[in-house]
């Protein structure tokens, strides 16, 4: 079948097989192999990924479902400048990330939170990012630059 | 609880410094590649076939089924495979002269020894047809009895291996004094006896593994991109294992998205990928799914620990006597054997413990071999020591922060040799028994946990506490050679500046989260007076640096950041020699200083470091008999391992009429002697204390009765989220190491070591009072209630 998905503002069709996940869609069609698979039951969040602006996990969306849709992936969250976004700054700044693997569907699943809960106290962080698995930081410091982005109200842009 | 941290402990220079991460720009903005983001044009994709039973005969490998489906290009059984091996997988550590270890291969040939045992493999023009085609391979099994149960494995009711008399492989015994391990129990005024079973462990890496494998056929070399640790030792056992000469691979680790010892090892799926593309002259190619890792990718733990110890009426230690079962799994990978000795040491934790005995007997059963998992060997030792030495406090009748201050071994006792034969390195103990104490208001703690027990609260409050010492900067090749490691335990590094006054670093170690590229170039910096954003480190691909003992055991700081300091120092002292010549002064009288040498009172006078390197590029005019560039390499092999240690505070919160356990606070005041990079130890720690507590609350890999693991995906393996644990309260005391120049020690695996045990005897702390004495990992709501009720019914709890 064919879907026509804008990723990160560009728009393309493409034929996929009909059970294509949009993970593989975005990482073997798209080019796009920043949105990470770390599991297969829905369970660890590597794979979160914007769909018209809220969070999914792209292993648990048809590529058919998007069509039409607006996706937004780690890969366009940096200007195009190379100016990171402010939970990438944050992430860097508060040494939110070891591996790595986690961390882009983390970003994802964390721009989406902080839409809906622009000023959360750090039980909210922690309850909104218990869809996203990281094995290395143990969270401290994911959840530190969770809440150094919100007091700065970085996230109107 | 708000995290306090270390101030910069900064030299005047970078290091010390808590500067940002190198690596990060690239791994969170998506460009970072690992191994699966790797695009190779006509590669196949490998899927294996993998045994439903813990133990069974294949009695026939049909796979024309498979060989009719869309896509495929071939498939094979064991036995069509089996002349691609030049020896079976390899076992780099024998423990003894006798140790049993049942051959091995990628694809089994007529007996399957797990449940995940490959019986077949499939290649396919895709991964989704080699998965789909790998379910029409007809393979027929005759199902043997399956040695599950570790005790039971070890009374050989059930043998693991047809071929086998026995399941066990080796016992391995390290008792210097037997008499005075007697004598000291004979005339113990206390003793302590316990078990503990430290349950099978799931790494859970975030990034599951994955390979690929592109054959140059008419070179005949091979381009090995894998998910490893170790691409250095991959090299040689790759070579070794499937007969292809060792020069003609080329191992590259890309990005590694976390490893945890889990990638500490040569696989089946790494060797059957080479073997395949050397077959058909093609790449190939496998993506780890996570269902498949909980089978094939090894598991961690799995002891049952018996703990003795023989104390006097005042709770000061007289022995301690530890026997263990191991369960080896189904087969010897790596450094199986070698894992518990990794902890055999350090069974009497950070004690003063005059006479010691250790003895530990490795089983096979049928299920997914063990291996080493973060910590290997000493988080299992420093669960036994400190759950027995709260069991001793309760016995002795004094605070579990007393009991272990009347033991701990002083400050003026360094270099200490212990009763098992280490030479400890430094240590202030006490001081950060003394620090944590204060960090968590230990008193308050203790007030607030009475008046919940006086008001009758159905939410008590437990505080556990673990001092630790662990061994770590794995490295002095003559011990390892003593304990029957068949590799050393160096690492080599090289630094070279370009001509245009930047620096390459090359070292062997493997990172996979660590932040080596930012701790390598703060090193190099300092030393050579240039910023850190000049060095490039160039690291896991064998083809840039060839020499290397790789990642693991919180070595690669000790070891491999020792190796870069000591190159740097010979590169500045061939620049200082340059430097003269061209100055026409002595060697001497010169000065090395942000960059620039000067001569000794005359600071106007001097030439950058730069500068000199490109005088060393042309060599237009250098001093007699040197050659030209500035390039210095040294390998580092340490007389002694490091100890870092420390005590962890956690406080949890037991709901009596749920059993829910709340760990709302963790304090940790750690000691891994001087610090390169405070945010990354800080970040260490933190992630080490959660994989700590992951063990001590959520996780176990469950088996049936006849060894089906059923423990497979992220909602039954319990690999905790966010919300499961609290933002942790860190300290640190610096005592500097004498093992190595820089004075460090290691803090990839001290928090894992640290931290099981105190959750856990913050647990049994927190009802204690209604004399509840144990409780098995992990600590699940059901265990805690049934514990209530089964020591104080009417409590709150039931059976």
Request: proline share 6%; net charge negative.
């Amino acid at each position: 079948m064919q879907v026509t998905v804008t990723v990160n503002g560009v728009t393309e069709s493409h034929d996929v097989e009909t059970r294509t996940l949009l993970v593989h869609y975005l990482r073997e069609v798209r080019g796009l192999t920043g949105t990470n698979i770390g599991c297969d039951t829905t369970s660890c969040g590597a794979c979160t990924v914007l769909l018209d602006g809220e969070s999914v996990k792209s292993c648990t969306v048809l590529a058919a479902q998007a069509d039409g849709e607006e996706i937004t992936t780690i890969e366009g969250m940096a200007a195009p400048d190379g100016t990171l976004h402010p939970i990438q700054e944050a992430f860097r700044e508060h040494h939110g990330l070891q591996c790595g693997f986690c961390t882009p569907g983390m970003v994802m699943a964390i721009a989406s939170f902080l839409k809906e809960h622009p000023s959360p106290n750090e039980a909210e962080v922690r309850e909104g990012l218990e869809g996203n698995l990281c094995r290395c930081t143990g969270y401290h410091n994911i959840v530190q630059a969770v809440l150094a982005v919100s007091r700065e109200g970085q996230l109107v842009s | 609880m708000s995290a306090t941290v270390t101030e910069d402990t900064g030299t005047g220079g970078v290091v010390g410094t808590r500067m940002r991460r190198r690596e990060d720009p690239a791994l969170l903005s998506g460009e970072a590649r690992y191994v699966h983001d790797i695009v190779v044009p006509g590669a196949l994709h490998m899927a294996l076939v993998r045994s439903p039973y813990a133990h069974a005969r294949v009695t026939s490998v049909d796979v024309s089924g498979a060989l009719g489906m869309p896509g495929v290009v071939a498939a094979f059984s064991g036995t069509d495979l089996a002349q691609e091996w030049g020896s079976p997988m390899p076992c780099a550590w024998p423990v003894t002269a006798d140790m049993q270890a049942p051959p091995h291969l990628p694809v089994a040939l007529n007996e399957v020894c797990y449940a995940g045992d490959a019986a077949a493999v499939v290649l396919a023009t895709s991964q989704a047809e080699a998965q789909d085609a790998a379910g029409a391979v007809a393979v027929t099994y005759d199902e043997l009895p399956a040695a599950v149960d570790l005790e039971d494995a070890a009374g050989d009711r059930v043998l693991a291996h047809s071929d086998l008399t026995s399941n066990r492989a080796y016992t391995w015994e390290l008792t210097p004094d037997p008499a005075a391990v007697e004598r000291a129990f004979d005339g113990a005024a206390v003793t302590v006896k316990e078990r503990y079973v430290q349950q099978r462990l799931i790494p859970a890496a975030m990034e599951p593994r994955g390979v690929c494998v592109v054959p140059q056929p008419f070179g005949g070399e091979y381009v090995v991109y894998s998910a490893t640790q170790i691409p250095h030792i991959l090299r040689t056992m790759l070579g070794i294992t499937a007969g292809v000469p060792e020069e003609r691979i080329r191992v590259v680790a890309p990005s590694v998205g976390g490893g945890f010892g889990s990638k500490l090892n040569v696989y089946a799926e790494e060797l059957l990928c080479l073997a395949l593309a050397r077959r058909l002259r093609k790449p190939v190619r496998w993506s780890e799914e996570r269902s498949e890792a909980a089978l094939a990718t090894i598991h961690g733990r799995g002891q049952i620990q018996e703990i003795e110890l023989a104390a006097d009426a005042d709770g000061h230690l007289q022995a301690v006597r530890v026997r263990l079962l191991a369960d080896m799994g189904a087969y010897m990978q790596l450094v199986t054997p070698g894992v518990p000795l990794l902890g055999a040491f350090l069974y009497h934790g950070a004690y003063d413990v005059p006479a010691y005995s250790f003895t530990c007997t490795g089983v096979f059963t049928n299920k997914t071999p063990t291996d080493a998992y973060r910590g290997a060997g000493r988080p299992e030792a420093t669960y036994a020591i400190e759950r027995a030495m709260d069991a001793l406090a309760r016995k002795v009748g004094v605070d579990p922060a007393e009991v272990r201050r009347r033991n701990l071994i002083g400050a003026d006792k360094f270099p200490y040799t212990s009763a098992a034969g280490l030479v400890f390195d430094s240590g202030e103990y006490e001081r950060a028994l003394d620090a944590v104490l204060e960090l968590v208001d230990y008193q308050g703690l203790r007030a607030d946990q009475a008046s919940r027990r006086a008001q009758g609260a159905t939410r008590l409050l437990g505080i556990g506490l673990s001092s630790y010492v662990e061994m770590c900067g794995l490295a002095p090749s003559r011990v390892l050679a003593s304990l029957n490691y068949v590799a050393g335990g160096w690492e080599a590094a090289t630094v070279r500046m370009l001509p245009t006054g930047t620096v390459q670093v090359v070292t062997g170690a493997t990172p996979h989260g660590q932040g080596h590229v930012t701790s390598w170039s703060m090193i190099v910096a300092d030393k050579l007076g240039v910023t850190p954003e000049d060095v490039e480190v160039l690291h896991s691909d064998t083809a840039v640096s060839p020499l290397g003992m790789d990642t693991y055991g919180s070595r690669s700081l000790a070891v491999g950041g020792t190796a870069i300091a000591l190159a740097a120092d010979r590169l500045v002292d061939k620049a200082r020699l340059l430097a003269a010549h061209r100055l026409e002064v002595a060697p001497e009288d010169l000065e090395l200083s942000g960059g620039q040498f000067s001569v000794r009172g005359t600071p106007s006078t001097g030439m950058t470091i730069g500068a000199l390197a490109f005088e060393a590029f042309t060599a237009h005019d250098l001093p007699e008999g040197m050659e030209p560039n500035l390039e210095a390499s040294a390998t580092f092999d340490p007389t002694n391992f490091t100890f870092p240690f420390g005590t962890h505070v956690a406080v949890v919160e037991v709901d009596t009429e749920t059993g829910k356990v709340d760990l709302v606070g963790y304090s940790a005041v750690d000691d891994c002697g001087n610090q390169i990079n405070p945010l990354i130890v800080d970040g260490q720690v933190h992630g080490g204390i959660v994989q700590g507590v992951a063990q001590a609350l959520f996780e176990e890999a469950v088996y049936d009765d006849h060894g089906n693991l059923l423990t497979t995906t992220f909602t039954d393996y319990l690999v905790p989220a966010a919300s499961e644990v609290p933002s942790f309260s860190l300290g640190r005391t610096v005592t500097p190491s004498p093992s190595n120049p820089m004075g460090v020690k290691g803090i990839g695996e001290a928090g894992t070591i640290a931290s099981t045990p105190a959750v856990v005897n913050a647990v049994v702390d927190a009802l204690s009072h209604l004399g509840v004495e144990d409780m098995a990992m992990p600590v699940t709501p059901e265990r805690v209630w049934r514990s209530i009720g089964a020591a104080a019914p009417g409590t709150g709890g039931g059976r």
